[in-house]
Protein backbone atom coordinates (compact mmCIF):
# COMPACT_ATOMS: atom_id res chain seq x y z
CA UNK A 1 0.00 0.00 0.00
CA UNK A 2 2.96 2.73 0.11
CA UNK A 3 4.45 2.88 -3.58
CA UNK A 4 7.47 4.40 -2.55
CA UNK A 5 7.74 0.84 -0.34
CA UNK A 6 11.21 -1.44 -1.62
CA UNK A 7 8.86 -4.31 -1.41
CA UNK A 8 11.07 -6.54 0.06
CA UNK A 9 12.81 -8.17 3.47
CA UNK A 10 16.50 -6.54 4.32
CA UNK A 11 18.79 -8.64 6.41
CA UNK A 12 22.01 -7.50 7.14
CA UNK A 13 24.58 -9.68 9.53
CA UNK A 14 27.45 -8.86 11.19
CA UNK A 15 29.48 -11.47 12.42
CA UNK A 16 32.65 -11.61 14.63
CA UNK A 17 35.20 -14.20 15.69
CA UNK A 18 37.42 -14.34 18.11
CA UNK A 19 40.36 -16.27 19.22
CA UNK A 20 42.11 -16.85 22.57
CA UNK A 21 44.03 -19.15 24.61
CA UNK A 22 41.94 -20.98 27.50
CA UNK A 23 43.25 -21.82 30.49
CA UNK A 24 43.72 -25.73 29.05
CA UNK A 25 46.28 -24.00 26.79
CA UNK A 26 43.99 -24.49 23.51
CA UNK A 27 42.54 -22.13 21.36
CA UNK A 28 39.29 -21.33 21.60
CA UNK A 29 36.80 -19.31 18.86
CA UNK A 30 33.99 -17.10 20.14
CA UNK A 31 31.84 -16.20 17.75
CA UNK A 32 29.09 -13.60 17.70
CA UNK A 33 26.73 -12.36 15.65
CA UNK A 34 23.89 -9.50 14.80
CA UNK A 35 21.45 -9.53 12.89
CA UNK A 36 19.19 -6.72 11.79
CA UNK A 37 16.02 -7.55 9.72
CA UNK A 38 13.32 -5.37 8.46
CA UNK A 39 10.29 -7.49 7.03
CA UNK A 40 8.09 -6.04 4.51
CA UNK A 41 4.69 -5.79 5.74
CA UNK A 42 1.73 -8.28 4.89
CA UNK A 43 -0.97 -6.95 2.58
CA UNK A 44 -3.65 -7.93 1.74
CA UNK A 45 -3.98 -8.55 -1.85
CA UNK A 46 -7.98 -7.83 -2.23
CA UNK A 47 -7.04 -4.63 -0.60
CA UNK A 48 -4.05 -3.16 -2.64
CA UNK A 49 -5.47 -4.20 -6.00
CA UNK A 50 -2.08 -5.62 -6.47
CA UNK A 51 -1.54 -7.32 -10.40
CA UNK A 52 1.18 -8.38 -12.15
CA UNK A 53 4.92 -8.19 -10.62
CA UNK A 54 3.84 -6.34 -7.36
CA UNK A 55 1.19 -9.75 -7.31
CA UNK A 56 4.13 -12.18 -7.48
CA UNK A 57 6.00 -10.26 -4.81
CA UNK A 58 3.02 -9.53 -2.25
CA UNK A 59 2.25 -13.67 -2.51
CA UNK A 60 6.23 -14.17 -1.90
CA UNK A 61 6.20 -11.89 1.10
CA UNK A 62 3.36 -12.85 2.32
CA UNK A 63 4.17 -16.21 2.15
CA UNK A 64 7.27 -15.80 3.74
CA UNK A 65 5.43 -13.95 6.76
CA UNK A 66 3.23 -16.78 6.96
CA UNK A 67 6.26 -19.07 7.26
CA UNK A 68 7.90 -17.44 10.06
CA UNK A 69 4.65 -16.79 11.74
CA UNK A 70 4.55 -20.91 11.84
CA UNK A 71 8.14 -21.01 13.00
CA UNK A 72 7.41 -18.59 16.02
CA UNK A 73 3.93 -20.83 17.11
CA UNK A 74 6.03 -23.73 16.77
CA UNK A 75 8.62 -22.31 19.13
CA UNK A 76 6.22 -21.40 21.74
CA UNK A 77 4.11 -24.55 21.57
CA UNK A 78 5.47 -27.03 24.26
CA UNK A 79 3.70 -29.51 22.16
CA UNK A 80 5.72 -28.71 19.27
CA UNK A 81 8.12 -31.33 18.07
CA UNK A 82 9.23 -30.03 14.49
CA UNK A 83 10.30 -26.72 13.69
CA UNK A 84 10.19 -25.64 10.12
CA UNK A 85 12.95 -23.40 9.22
CA UNK A 86 13.48 -24.90 6.33
CA UNK A 87 10.07 -23.49 4.63
CA UNK A 88 11.75 -20.60 3.96
CA UNK A 89 14.78 -18.77 2.75
CA UNK A 90 14.00 -16.13 5.82
CA UNK A 91 13.85 -18.38 8.62
CA UNK A 92 16.76 -20.43 7.61
CA UNK A 93 18.78 -17.11 7.82
CA UNK A 94 16.91 -16.12 11.16
CA UNK A 95 17.23 -19.78 12.59
CA UNK A 96 19.92 -19.27 15.14
CA UNK A 97 17.95 -15.87 16.41
CA UNK A 98 14.81 -17.51 16.76
CA UNK A 99 15.64 -20.74 18.33
CA UNK A 100 19.39 -20.53 19.33
CA UNK A 101 21.03 -18.77 22.18
CA UNK A 102 20.46 -15.36 21.36
CA UNK A 103 18.87 -12.21 22.58
CA UNK A 104 16.04 -11.00 20.29
CA UNK A 105 13.87 -7.66 19.85
CA UNK A 106 11.19 -7.04 17.75
CA UNK A 107 9.64 -3.84 16.95
CA UNK A 108 6.51 -3.78 15.22
CA UNK A 109 5.28 -1.02 13.81
CA UNK A 110 1.46 -0.11 13.41
CA UNK A 111 -0.97 2.73 11.85
CA UNK A 112 -3.44 4.63 13.64
CA UNK A 113 -5.57 4.49 10.46
CA UNK A 114 -8.97 2.70 10.65
CA UNK A 115 -8.65 1.24 7.95
CA UNK A 116 -5.61 -0.70 8.68
CA UNK A 117 -7.53 -1.84 12.39
CA UNK A 118 -7.05 -5.69 10.79
CA UNK A 119 -3.64 -5.26 10.26
CA UNK A 120 -2.64 -3.28 12.89
CA UNK A 121 -4.47 -6.14 14.87
CA UNK A 122 -2.45 -8.97 13.04
CA UNK A 123 0.59 -7.20 13.43
CA UNK A 124 -0.06 -7.16 17.22
CA UNK A 125 -1.03 -10.70 17.76
CA UNK A 126 2.24 -11.67 15.45
CA UNK A 127 4.53 -9.68 17.94
CA UNK A 128 2.92 -11.13 21.07
CA UNK A 129 3.24 -14.45 19.90
CA UNK A 130 7.36 -13.95 19.07
CA UNK A 131 7.96 -12.54 22.32
CA UNK A 132 6.75 -15.38 24.02
CA UNK A 133 10.09 -17.32 22.71
Known amino acids: MNDTSSRSHSLFTITIE?????????QHI?????????LAGSERISKTGTTGDGL???TKI????STLCHVISSLTDSKSTFIPYRDSKLTRLLQDSLGGN???MMIAN???ADYNHEETMNTLRYSS???NI
Open 110 to 112: VGP
Open 18 to 26: RSEIGPDGK
Open 62 to 65: NLSL
Open 102 to 104: TKT
Open 30 to 38: RVGKLNMVD
Open 129 to 131: RAK
Open 56 to 58: KEA
